[in-house]
């Protein structure tokens, strides 16, 4: 069983930044794919990226690139994701989830393929 610890979150202004970590307990994190996910009220939960094992390999959701960057560092039980350039439309609870299938080479975008999630952290972008 792998426990997912969210931080990071809070109330930022659009265009500034923030970075959001998720601490994961047990010794096979660093075989597994992290995402990110987030949910807005009253929306489904959507991808937000995804990173390999190694951290070799790397997805996002359009509506991020070239803003937002997954990273993680596996002597830590760590993943990363840092936001930059934040809009309004960036607010949503923020969720790291593990895909416990070790050294895959394919990143999922689909929430059901992960199986361990976080609690959460909020995010609030204020225009």
């Known amino acids: 069983q792998v426990q997912l610890a969210e931080s990071g979150g809070g109330l930022v202004q659009a265009g500034g930044s923030l970075r959001l970590s998720c601490a994961a307990s047990g010794r096979t994190f660093s075989t597994y794919v992290m995402g990110w996910f987030r949910q807005a009220p009253g929306k489904e939960r959507e991808f937000v990226a995804a990173i390999n094992w190694n951290g070799g390999s790397t997805a996002y959701a359009d509506s991020v690139k070239g803003r937002f960057t997954i990273s993680r560092d596996n002597a830590k039980n760590t993943v990363y994701l840092q936001m930059n350039s934040l809009k309004p439309e960036d607010t949503a609870v923020y969720y790291c989830?593990?895909?416990?299938?070790?050294?895959?080479?394919?990143?999922?975008?689909?929430?059901?393929?992960?199986?361990?999630w976080g609690q959460g952290t909020q995010v609030t972008v204020s225009s």
């Open positions: 989830a593990a895909d416990r299938r070790p050294w895959l080479a394919h990143l999922s975008t689909r929430s059901e393929s992960y199986d361990y």
